[in-house]
């Protein structure tokens, strides 16, 4: 007997955490050789290229509407990353940075009812605490300092949060009560341009920024195939491809626990960075490390218990 459509959906998902984590590792390379936001700029605009000739149709078919979602959720996501490469620039270790990032998973009900007033799970309210001691013991030094790119992870992570939440607006259809009683409708912008289009728009502010902060010509005088290794890897691997599957995973069941199997993506590049750059956690660094974690699954356990009661009913 094959598998299903939704055990199929989260099979993919497991590799889509698995690539995002190749990612992190890919562009640390890449910055060690070149400007942390004209890597960036090449990254996103690489990928979106690839996604965009994949689902050139759709794209040309959007609406000036679905246009104007897209780049805006593309703005937001800019700012994001570019917080987020110059976290991975600053030295600070990828086992933090991950999981500093990872709070956006702890932000989205936050933001969501500060932008929407849309009320937080329960849930959300007890992993809140956790979440902060995590974050003092692994940020906070004896003088009470914290690094700057420990910042910029968090920073990260903020906007990251309201990406996710008007990403996934612009992805479903939306209708928005206005003062005068009229009905606002949004309209739905497929994954894949949507995706494309977004990627696009980081490329093109990162580079904008990188411009005026970065000098390009040593890059571009001195480039090598083992930096074109490591932006093709990022750009392709860890961006294009990550997102197309991820697309295809959304697209084969409704009932995928996609959601709950990204939580483990800090695992994985913990595991991937102490592999590769031989990183190793301190013995605070891992207790706050594992407080955010927990924090995480504390956030998300109305649908981790869910995927348990699933397994249950398929395995009896």
């Not at 990612?23 to 960036?40: R, V």
């Not at 994001?80 to 956006?104: N, P, R």
Request: contains cysteine.
């Amino acid at each position: 007997m094959g598998l299903s459509r939704a055990a199929k959906a989260d099979l993919w998902f497991v590799v889509v955490t698995l690539l995002a984590a190749a990612g992190w590792i890919f562009s640390k390379e890449a910055i060690l050789l070149m400007p942390p936001l004209l890597f960036i700029s090449l990254r996103f605009l690489l990928a979106g290229m690839v996604l965009t000739m994949v689902g050139f149709r759709q794209v040309k078919a959007l609406s000036w509407n679905q246009y104007r979602q897209s780049i805006f959720v593309g703005a937001i996501f800019s700012f994001g990353t570019c917080f987020w490469v110059m976290g991975l620039y600053s030295g600070v270790s990828i086992s933090v940075g991950v999981f500093l990032t990872s709070l956006a998973v702890i932000m989205v009900p936050l933001l969501s009812r500060v932008l929407f007033k849309e009320k937080p799970p329960r849930s959300t309210w007890f992993s809140i605490p956790v979440a902060v001691i995590g974050l003092a013991i692994l940020t906070l030094k004896s003088d009470l300092s914290i690094e700057t790119g420990q910042l910029f992870f968090l920073a990260a992570s903020f906007f990251f949060g309201i990406f996710f939440i008007y990403n996934t607006r612009a992805a479903n259809h939306q209708e928005v009560a206005m003062l005068d009683e009229s009905i606002n409708v949004s309209e739905k912008v497929p994954a894949l341009p949507l995706t494309a289009i977004t990627l696009l728009v980081v490329g093109v502010i990162a580079a904008a920024v990188s411009f005026y902060m970065e000098q390009w010509q040593p890059t571009f005088t001195g480039f090598s195939l083992e930096l074109l290794f490591w932006v093709s890897a990022s750009a392709l691997v860890g961006t294009a491809l990550r997102f197309f599957i991820q697309t295809h995973a959304q697209s084969l069941s409704t009932h995928s626990h996609g959601v709950v199997i990204m939580v483990v993506e800090p695992i994985w590049t913990a595991f991937l960075a102490a592999a590769w750059f031989d990183e190793s956690l301190s013995q605070t660094d891992l207790m706050g490390c594992s407080l955010i974690f927990l924090s995480i699954v504390i956030n998300r356990w109305p649908l981790i218990s869910g995927l348990f009661r699933f397994l249950n009913k398929t395995t009896a």
